[in-house]
């Protein structure tokens, strides 16, 4: 079989996005529009992922629905072979606040981005896939997290996407910007004895005890933790009253450090401590990591500095990248484990605000909200060009990504 000569015309490409998005640009907002008055909390985001899927699906993606176990998940796909680029859409929202972090905008920005690729693929020489993931329960479980360990992004060879911000919003181009730490969620409980707390103490044995020693110990701990590591907790059941010994307390902890490898050593640090309080007390330690950690966030700054150029191009001028750690933790950080990954924000607003508030479900139906999300996913659209147009900036990409894979497992 005779083969035909495969040809990239990058300029032909690049019109294809731009097309295909102002295109679309009316139906992406209604599209958001319509996730933003019906806003539905994690892993409920029923109509939000069926809406999302039902849109790709019209415009000639394969969609698979409730990938992961997860019914609200969703993988929809056009093209064939490699690069493999993925665009990654959320769209939870906040219980009590409705769209208080944008995320109506977040599936429209990676919807947006991936219609965009797709109509460019005919002009970058046939080979190659879009991949638009529909990813459910960010504010909660963390969506990313059940669908990475699930191997859902294997074979992935970059992955984009974009959260709303205030002014300040930046896309995280210097090293050092753009992580987040690495987080997970210890519950310790002690099981002791109970007893009148007057007549006859000496009988029983105080589980609450035991988790006050737990908060001194980490007390103590925290003058030896790296600054970026934070432990914070309460106690989420100390005793029923006054007068009984309390038989079963508990508290429950968030650990987190810069690293996955950093927190896991933190956790290994807090589990003797809560060791040490139940020797101390006598009281039955039980301990539990009843949810997945976060992995921090692993930037591609390769990536990232391509994207930040589109957006540049787009009009949209964010403010220099600086080299501070970030405090926050995010789903995203396991998908930056698998594979090559940037999470841009960009502004929604003209002003610094409060996040997770009145004012950013209101920024999130603003035409300014709607402008720099469609001007955000035309970006990532032609940064998918530039991955599949040049085999060595991929190359770079996944050099960089190796290496700081390396560097955290030293
Ligand atoms: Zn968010």
């Not at 990475?148 to 930046?170: K, M, R």
């Not at 105080?206 to 600054?227: D, S, T």
């Not at 009253?241 to 508290?251: I, T």
């Amino acid at each position: 079989m005779a083969t035909t000569a495969r040809e990239i015309d990058v300029a032909r490409a690049r019109e294809a996005v731009s097309r295909a998005i102002d295109e679309a640009a009316n139906d992406l907002i209604a599209l958001s529009t319509f996730i933003h008055d019906n806003p539905e909390i994690a892993l409920e985001e029923v109509r939000a992922s069926a809406a999302c899927a039902d849109f790709l699906a019209a415009r000639g993606f394969e969609v698979e629905r409730g990938v992961a176990g997860l019914p609200t998940a969703f993988a929809a796909t056009v093209g064939t072979g490699a690069p493999r680029i993925a665009y990654l859409s959320e769209y939870d929202a906040l219980p009590g606040l409705g769209h208080g972090c944008g995320h109506n905008l977040i599936a429209i920005a990676g919807i947006g981005a991936g219609i965009g690729l797709a109509a460019a693929l005919p002009s970058l020489g046939g080979a190659g896939q879009v991949n638009v993931y529909g990813t459910p329960a960010e504010e909660a479980v963390g969506g990313k997290v059940i669908m990475a360990n699930a191997g859902i992004f294997d074979g992935v060879d970059a992955a984009l996407g974009a959260h709303p911000g205030a002014s300040d919003a930046v896309c995280p181009t210097v090293e050092g910007s753009g992580q987040a730490l690495a987080c997970v969620l210890m519950r310790i409980s002690f099981h002791g004895q109970a007893a009148h707390a007057a007549a006859d103490p000496f009988n029983g044995v105080n589980a609450l005890n035991a988790v006050i020693e737990v908060f001194n110990g980490i007390n103590a701990l925290r003058q030896h933790i790296k600054p970026d590591a934070r432990i914070h907790g309460i106690i989420t059941h100390g005793g029923d009253v006054p007068n009984v010994v309390p038989h079963f307390a508990q508290a429950e902890f968030f650990v987190r450090a810069a690293t996955l490898a950093g927190m896991n050593s933190l956790v290994e640090q807090v589990r003797r401590i809560a060791e040490g309080a139940a020797l101390m007390t006598g009281a039955r330690l039980e301990l539990e990591m009843p949810e997945e950690a976060n992995s921090d966030m692993i930037t591609n700054y390769t990536l990232a500095t391509r994207l930040s150029q589109h957006i540049a191009s787009s009009g949209l001028a964010l403010p220099e990248a600086k080299p501070e750690p970030g405090s926050g933790s995010t789903d995203w950080g396991n998908v930056s484990y698998v594979v090559p990954s940037v999470e841009t924000s960009y502004p929604i607003l003209d002003r610094i605000c409060t996040w997770h508030s009145r004012d950013v479900v209101e920024a999130s139906v603003s035409p300014l909200g709607f402008a720099n999300t469609l001007a955000v996913a035309r970006a990532m659209a032609l940064t998918g060009i530039d991955l599949i147009a040049e085999p060595e900036l991929l190359a770079d990409v996944k050099d960089e990504f190796a290496r700081a894979k390396a560097a955290r497992a030293a």
